[in-house]
C-alpha cells in the first residue's frame, strides 16, 4: 500500500511536514502566477520539496532524519522571511506568514528530532 496515501498507515508526525510542504510550494506557485517571482517558484519547490522528503521518511520509520530534515526546511524557510517580516508594514504579508510557518515547524520538528535520536 502506499504510504503516503493511506492516512491509517501514515504516522501523525509525518501530517505537519505534508502541511508545510505543500504551503510553501504552493507560496512559490501563487509569487509565480502573481508576479512572475521565478525565485519564489524554485524556492517553494526546493523547501517544499524537503518538507515533503521529510514527511516521506518519518512515514517510513526514519524519524531522526525526517525531523532533522524538516527542521532544516523549516530553518531555511525563517532564515530567508524573517528579516522582510520584520522590516515589513502591513500586518499580514507572505513574509510574516512564512516566517511563523517557518517558527512554528521549527519548534515542532526539532524537538522530535531530539527524541528519535539514537
Known amino acids: ?5 493511506n ?16 504551503l510553501v510550494f ?5 509569487g ?4 512572475g517571482s521565478k525565485a519564489s517558484f524554485i524556492g517553494g519547490s526546493f523547501i517544499g520539496a524537503g518538507f515533503a522528503g521529510a ?6 520509520g526514519e524519524g531522526f ?14 532564515a530567508m522571511f524573517a528579516k522582510k517580516a ?6 499580514i504579508s507572505p513574509a510574516r506568514i512564512y516566517t511563523v510557518l517557518g517558527l512554528a515547524a521549527l519548534a515542532f520538528h526539532a524537538p ?3 527524541e528519535w535520536r539514537d
Open 7 to 22: 492516512p491509517q498507515i501514515m504516522p501523525g508526525e509525518a501530517h505537519p511536514a505534508f502541511t508545510a510542504g505543500g
Open 1 to 5: 500500500p502506499c504510504l503516503v496515501l
Open 55 to 60: 514527511g516521506l521518511l518519518i512515514t517510513k
Open 86 to 91: 520584520l522590516k515589513g508594514k502591513s500586518a
Open 26 to 30: 504552493a507560496g512559490g506557485l501563487y
Open 32 to 35: 509565480l502566477i502573481k508576479s
Open 112 to 114: 522530535k528530532a531530539w
Open 65 to 78: 532524519k525526517g525531523h532533522l530534515l524538516a527542521s532544516a526546511s523549516a530553518a531555511t524557510l525563517t
